[in-house]
Every structure is written in C-alpha cells, then in structure tokens.
C-alpha cells in the first residue's frame, strides 16, 4: 500500500499480478506517467447507474472529496516518475448502517505513453460486516481477470478524448463497459462509445411493457437482499404497476 486515509486507500501492483489479470493488448502497452495529472478530471466525467430501473438518475462515481485524494496520489507519483500500475479502492458508507454496509469501488490505472487506462474491477459493490468493520475488513481485495461486462452501466460525461474500450480481435461482447480509455489512440475506439448499451438503443414502447415483470423481480431480489428498504420497494413497486 502506498497511501491510504479511513476511506480510500491506493496499492503499486506488481507486474506479474496485473499482466495475468488485463485484456491482452493492454499487457504489453509501455507504462508512463506523462498524462496521470488528468486523472481526476477523467473520473469525474465518470457516471454510474443508481440502480437496475431504466429510469434511474445517473450519479458521479467518484465523490468531489475522492478526487481532491487522488490529486494529491498523482501529485506523489508524478513527483516520484513512477512507472507502474496502480490500485484505488474507496468505499461509501451506507446511510442507514453506516457501520456494517459499505459500497466498494475499485479500480486499476495505467499510465501509458500516449494516455490513460482505467480499468474497472469493483464499481459500487455492496459489502455487508457480520460486526462493525475496520479498515483492513474493507481493504481486502481479491482480483480477478478483467473480462467485457454489461453491468453496471458506466456513461462518460466528458466526451473529450475519452471512450470505453473496445478490443476488436473478438468477434463478441467486445466492448469493455469498465474499460475507460484516454487519449491514446492506440486504444481509443472509433467512432468512441460513451456508454454501452449505447444511448440511441433505446428499447420500443412494447419491449419496455414486457420488460415490467423483470423489473419487478429484480425489484422484490433487492428487497430480499437489503439493497432497498421496505419503504423504497414499495414506491418502485407503485411506480412499475403504473407502467405496466
């Protein structure tokens, strides 16, 4: 771990870790920290899907107070002319327990020559503590392989030099949507997506009317697993009959 406050912690990755875990074009990209100042000015343009519902508001993924941490990360390892892969994990504390529940986001950052990589591995991920949690409960992380995922759905505000990832040497699902790439243009798709599914798929007035019992479903699983309180499943629930 290089630094870390209560909330936000940032990790140097080995080499032999991240090479087993990215896609495979990025494995071989030669690191740099020309452009990692711009980094907190990519993740703010970063939007997130409150919930599974079609007509959830989209939120900043990054909290303000975050980005100000990792201005000061970047500061640290530019001043250094570190050359390596990173990891940043935060968490939220959950409103109503605060204590026990958090939501977890983590995510690596490769510096390249020509731009940015970041590359999504946790994107508000719901962790519950049998008991009040301490730092090194949260902190834990067991990385995986980055594969292409559809959800959660992640919408780049910025529209400068930004785009998902896209690896064209596969035939199907090869859009990263937790991928996001900067200014290389290398690795910049083209035309560039900004969010996938992209924002003109919009479903037809019927698909989005037999769509309304998923939701339900999906609704009722969020009440079972305490994602959503009784109240909250309540008015949704109101809200889709009235559609349906």
Not at 152 to 161: A, C, G
Request: with cysteine; proline share 5%; charged share 30%.
């Amino acid at each position: 771990m290089i630094d870390s406050t209560a909330s936000i912690a940032f990790f140097e990755i080995e080499e032999e870790v991240w090479k087993e875990l990215f896609p495979k074009k990025l494995r071989d990209l030669p690191l740099s920290s020309n452009h990692l100042e711009e980094l907190p000015k990519i993740l703010a343009s970063v939007q997130y899907k409150r919930g599974i519902l079609a007509y959830e508001d989209w939120d900043q993924l990054v909290p303000e107070s975050y980005l100000f941490e990792i201005q000061k990360f970047v500061d640290k390892i530019k001043e250094g002319k570190e050359t390596k892969v990173f990891l940043c994990s935060f968490k939220i504390d959950d409103l109503l327990a605060p204590n026990v529940k958090i939501l977890k986001t983590s995510f690596y950052v490769m510096g390249t020559e020509n731009g940015i990589v970041i590359l999504f591995q946790e994107i508000n991920t719901n962790i519950s503590f049998s008991t009040q949690y301490t730092f090194e409960d949260w902190v834990l992380f067991q990385p995986v392989p980055i594969k292409p995922i559809y959800k959660p759905e992640l919408w780049i505000k910025n529209k400068n030099s930004l785009s998902l990832y896209q690896d064209l040497s596969l035939s199907k699902n090869s859009i990263y949507g937790n991928i996001i790439v900067y200014l290389d243009n290398e690795l910049l798709a083209k035309p560039a997506i900004y969010r996938y599914p992209k924002e003109d798929d919009t479903p037809t007035q019927q698909e989005q009317w037999k769509s309304v019992p998923d939701k339900l479903k999906a609704l009722e699983e969020m009440r079972k697993n305490q994602l959503i309180t009784d109240e909250e499943y309540q008015k949704k629930k109101t809200e889709l009959l009235k559609e349906f």
